[in-house]
């Protein structure tokens, strides 16, 4: 099987902002019409499993447009606890998973109490200016 058409889906919902009203609405339906999905990415995509995607071999940056999208019931938090069992393995096939750090993803950006990206920007506030002559 292939990630394409998952990565294809991942894409398509940040240029088609109807996409995610209709994947909000009709998961299954608006799926049904992605042949090119399998069944099992269909059945990992309705249960908002990114893990088993990631292990897949779906891109990690279209993956979590899922997320900032908000269908299959993923959310940044939501997605960042199930990402990070991907480096466990707790999904998908055995002996893939790469590392994955929670606390470095989108985890509680917008919820209350979150711990943001875990990204410090400090020292880009500290660098001078740079001019273009």
Do not use: K, W
Not at 19 to 30: F, V
Not at 66 to 80: I, K, N, Q, S
Not at 82 to 104: E, K, L, M, N
């Amino acid at each position: 099987m292939s990630a394409d058409a998952v990565n294809r889906l991942c894409y398509d919902l940040s240029h088609d902002p109807a996409l995610a009203a209709r994947l909000r609405a009709d998961p299954e339906g608006e799926l049904a019409g992605r042949t090119a999905l399998s069944p099992a990415e269909r059945e990992e995509l309705i249960a908002g499993d990114v893990a088993a995607l990631y292990l897949r071999g779906v891109h990690p940056v279209l993956l979590v447009r899922l997320a900032t999208f908000r269908v299959f019931g993923l959310y940044p938090a939501r997605y960042a606890a199930r990402i990070g069992t991907a480096g466990a393995g707790g999904a998908g096939q055995a002996g893939t998973a790469r590392s994955v750090d929670p606390a470095r993803s989108a985890e509680g950006r917008d919820q209350p109490g979150g711990r943001g990206t875990g990204v410090s920007h400090s020292s880009c506030a500290s660098e001078a200016p740079r001019t273009v002559s």
